[in-house]
Structures are given as structure tokens and as C-alpha cells.
């Protein structure tokens, strides 16, 4: 894709006044939970693909913790073990096809898709860019014949939709009104704090000058700015700020984020940009990862606004959690992982 977009010079005052002090990390239990509960959902759900694209898979001892999503079978003496879907898996697999299948789930992925190439007005990422995000995008499996195929005016062409080249953050601020009241592209970022979280007093005077700062859109190229001014960090905040938003669960691993931003040309400055901004982006370490999250896409530990596929990725979950346990020969008891129950049912599951 090879896009043209304008680049409006932008004649800013460019200073550094960032306060040279330790922001200090609050750990956010909610966000990390909504982190950790999909620990081996990404894991669980490739296997369920790769199974269902291979019927003959052999057996691994990754199955044998989730009895409710792959059933261990051998199919004759002699021959290595196999594994197969649950009929409540295969349930699950129909509604999540039914999602990547219809018209408006397809358009709504190709559309976050062709935004995240335009970001900084780059037009084009190598495409082990976009595997490393596919998971975080909603991307379907093998989504380069399924998908992007069907839509050659994204992807062939060059000329670009303006509408597409629209941050979340602008087209919030549009519709709530707001650009009457405010200063013209004086958009802040919203923020928010975990209890126990306590900004020095001349750390947060420094955060309210930044946020009053002009937003330039994460759609234009602003590299002609110096490295290391404020204008420039609120760029760098804005670009990753629309990377979160274009995924479906609004996180993403650091690592990936790293990757697209050295291809970018960003090298430090987003690593720098999510330390000294603990108000907009958390990074929590659960699921032995770093994982980047939008802090105000979440209510606790549930997102805000909740995307078809998150919606089917907490179904899998549900029943990823639910195990067989068996207290006495006879006696089956299912229950959900973590969660105990008094109540025994012979000889059926619950």
C-alpha cells in the first residue's frame, strides 16, 4: 500500500521540560487480572485451529489441562495418541467463525488493519509486523486468503479514505463537542490512577503543561520534531495511544510494540514514552510477559466498550477453566478453576 498524505508543518516552540524524577510503579490489580485470566487463551485457541485443519495431530501434555476444550483419544492399538475438539469447543469455533464471517466484523478488522498501516503516514509494514499484532488485532487464522484478499481497495491501491486517517482521540473530542471549548488541536489524553499512586507535585505540574500541548494526529509523520521535546513525546504518546486502540482487548505485549516501533524509527522513545506516562499506559507482569495496557479502556478489569471476538475469547475461557476433578472412584465433579464447591453429584457432571 503506498499512501500520500499531506504533512502540515507544524511551527511548535520545542523545549524538553520533562522533571528528571522517578515516576513510581503502582501495581493495578484489576488490569492485571485482565491480563493474566487468558494466560494459554492465545495457546489454546491456535491448537483448536491447527487441530481443526489437521484432524491426525498427536497428543501434547498441554491438552490434558483443559479436558473441556480437547478430548485425548487413540484410535487403535499401536498408534500414537490423538487429540480432538469437544462438541462444546466446536460450539464455541461456529460462533467465532460466524463473527470472522460476516460482513460487518470483516470491514471492521480491514478498517483497523489499514489504519494501523497509515500510522505516521508509513503506508506498508513487513508482514512479520503484523503476525506479531495478529492475535491483538482480531486477525482471522490465515488471514491473508480469508481476509485481505477480498479487499482490494485497501490494499492495492493508492489513495487512502480521509476518514481512516482519524485518531480515536480526535474523533471523541469531534463528537462530544469539545473542539469549540478547547484551544484549537489541544486535545489531553485521559488519565487515570490506581489507589496508592502519588505523583510528585512537580512531576504532575509538568504532566498538566504537557497534556495542553497541541495533539498532532498519530497519522502524521512529525519526525522533523526534536527527538527529546515534550511536542515530540505527545506524538510518541499518540501514536501508541492509537496502536492500543486498534486492538481488540486495547493491550498488547511490550515486545510487539518494540518491534513495530523499531521498524518505525522510534527506537527508545516508546519505551520511554510508556515510563513516564503510568496514567495513560499500565504494564503489567503477569503470564511471565510485559504486557502494555490502555488504562482507559478499562473499568477494573473489564474493558469499556467490549468487541464481538473479546466477548467469544471469555467463552473459551470459561470453559478453558472448567475442570474434571474426581474426589472418590464413581464420582465426577466439574468445576471452574480456582473455585471450590461442597456439593458432591454422583455419578454426573455438573
Not at 464455541?92 to 460482513?103: A, G, P, V
Not at 488504562?295 to 473489564?302: P, S, V
Not at 464420582?331 to 454422583?346: D, E, Q, V, Y
Request: hydrophobic share 40%.
Amino acid at each position: 500500500m503506498i499512501l500520500q498524505i499531506t504533512i502540515i508543518p507544524h511551527r511548535f516552540t520545542q523545549i524538553c521540560a520533562f522533571i528528571d524524577a522517578k515516576v513510581k510503579w503502582v501495581r493495578d490489580p484489576y488490569l492485571d487480572f485482565a491480563v493474566q485470566r487468558e494466560k494459554n487463551l492465545k495457546q489454546v485457541i491456535s491448537l483448536k485451529n491447527i487441530i481443526i485443519s489437521i484432524p491426525t495431530t498427536t497428543i501434547s501434555k498441554f491438552f490434558e489441562l483443559y479436558p473441556y476444550v480437547f478430548i485425548q483419544f487413540q484410535p487403535s492399538l499401536g498408534l500414537h495418541p490423538h487429540v480432538k475438539i469437544t462438541s462444546q469447543a466446536l460450539l464455541l469455533h461456529k460462533e467465532e467463525s460466524t463473527i470472522h464471517n460476516s460482513r460487518l466484523h470483516r470491514d471492521d478488522v480491514v478498517k483497523r488493519l489499514a489504519k494501523l498501516l497509515m500510522l505516521i503516514g508509513v503506508g506498508k509494514f513487513p508482514l512479520y509486523v503484523i503476525e506479531r499484532l495478529q492475535w491483538d488485532l482480531g486477525l482471522p487464522y490465515r488471514f491473508i486468503p480469508t481476509l485481505l484478499a477480498g479487499y482490494p481497495e485497501y490494499f492495492q491501491v493508492c489513495s487512502v479514505k480521509d476518514c481512516l486517517t482519524v485518531s480515536e482521540l480526535k474523533k471523541r473530542e469531534s463528537l462530544e463537542g469539545n473542539f469549540g471549548r478547547r484551544k484549537i488541536n489541544h486535545i489531553p489524553f485521559p488519565m487515570s490512577f490506581p489507589r496508592g499512586f502519588d505523583l510528585k507535585k512537580k512531576v504532575m505540574n509538568w504532566v498538566e503543561e504537557w497534556q495542553d500541548l497541541p495533539y498532532i494526529s498519530p497519522y502524521e509523520n512529525a519526525f522533523h520534531l526534536a527527538p527529546n521535546t515534550d511536542q515530540a513525546e505527545k506524538w510518541v504518546v499518540a501514536v501508541l495511544h492509537e496502536l492500543l486502540y486498534l486492538t481488540i482487548s486495547k493491550k498488547t505485549e511490550k515486545e510487539n510494540i518494540f518491534c513495530l516501533g523499531d521498524y518505525l524509527g522510534f527506537g527508545y522513545r516508546f519505551k520511554k514514552a510508556i515510563a513516564h506516562h503510568p496514567g495513560i499506559f499500565y504494564v503489567s507482569n503477569k503470564i511471565r510477559t510485559q504486557t502494555v495496557v490502555l488504562r482507559e479502556a478499562y473499568k477494573k478489569d473489564f474493558l469499556v466498550e467490549k468487541h464481538p471476538l473479546m466477548g467469544m475469547r471469555h467463552q473459551y475461557l470459561h470453559l478453558m477453566n472448567k475442570v474434571i476433578r474426581k474426589p472418590r472412584p464413581g464420582i465426577i465433579l466439574a468445576s471452574s478453576r480456582g473455585k471450590s464447591s461442597n456439593i458432591t453429584f454422583a455419578n454426573k457432571e455438573v
